[in-house]
């Protein structure tokens, strides 16, 4: 015959046993639904990432090619989107600007430490001007002058 305390202690180490494998099980469970979490926020961080860059890429200026030559295209204006403009043409607005009123190029070449004397200098500035105002960043009087637009 089997010995009554050895069967209670055996009863009783499989009840401790049986209440572990519970809780591992519990633990387990909740593992792996926090891991299935994980992945969907990393495939979401990813998906956002990329849409950003995609917005981005889309709205920063692209260089392009004019007469076999890259050049630098200057994005139209849109309300509510940031923009980055290349650098030069960051300050020119910037002169713009800050001037009292409507400007002529030579003006703003002046701002800008050009020698405005020289035409072959100026007329580059003046084609900068002009494609701000096609653009949609500035606008142009019908005397030649340039100011903001708002």
């Given at each position: 015959?089997?010995?009554?305390?050895?069967?209670?202690?055996?009863?009783?180490r499989?009840?401790?046993l049986?209440e572990?494998?519970?809780r591992?099980?519990?633990?387990?469970?909740?593992?792996?639904?926090?891991?299935?979490?994980?992945?969907v926020?990393?495939?979401?961080?990813?998906?956002?990432?990329e849409?950003?860059?995609?917005?981005?890429?889309?709205?920063?200026?692209?260089?392009?090619?004019?007469?076999?030559?890259?050049?630098?295209?200057?994005?139209?204006?849109t309300?509510?989107a940031?923009?980055?403009?290349?650098?030069?043409?960051?300050?020119?607005?910037?002169?713009?600007?800050?001037?009292a009123?409507?400007?002529?190029?030579?003006?703003v070449?002046?701002?800008?430490?050009?020698?405005?004397?020289?035409?072959?200098k100026?007329?580059?500035?003046?084609?900068k001007?002009?494609?701000?105002?096609?653009?949609?960043?500035?606008?142009?009087?019908?005397?030649?002058?340039f100011?903001?637009?708002?």
């Open positions: 015959m089997l010995d009554p305390e050895l069967l209670e202690r055996i009863t009783a499989r009840a401790d049986d572990f494998e519970e591992l099980a519990k633990q387990l469970a909740e593992v792996r639904a926090e891991r299935d979490e994980v992945a926020a990393e495939w979401l961080l990813e998906r956002m990432s849409q950003l860059a995609d917005e981005q890429a889309s709205s920063a200026p692209a260089p392009g090619q004019v007469g076999g030559r890259t050049v630098m295209l200057i994005p139209h204006r309300s509510g940031e923009i980055t403009l290349p650098p030069d043409y960051q300050r020119i607005l910037a002169v713009v600007r800050r001037a009123g409507p400007v002529m190029a030579r003006q070449g002046d701002a800008l430490g050009i020698d405005v004397s020289v035409r072959a100026l007329e580059p500035l003046r084609g001007l002009v494609r701000l105002v096609d653009r949609g960043w500035l606008s142009k009087l019908p005397d030649g002058r100011t903001t637009r708002l």
